[in-house]
């Protein structure tokens, strides 16, 4: 599966660092959200959310794979 926040954050031309500073956690955070080895907070999905201009469904919402 293709990491959503990934390809947002590469949209919006983002690094991690620069993702990590904007929503205050480390750099190993957003890259370990991203290679599906940490579940964020609420708090925390929803900050990604708001700084990369999506919703909380386009970024986390698992979709059905029959679609």
Known sequence: MV??????????NLTQKDLASK???TRQTIGLI???KYNPS????????KTLNKTLDE???E???NE
């Open 23 to 25: 929503v205050n956690v």
């Open 34 to 36: 991203e290679a599906g």
């Open 3 to 12: 990491n959503r926040i990934k390809i947002a954050r590469i949209e919006k």
């Open 42 to 49: 609420l708090k925390l999905c929803i900050d990604i959310a």
């Open 59 to 61: 970024l986390f919402w």
């Open 63 to 65: 979709r059905e794979s």
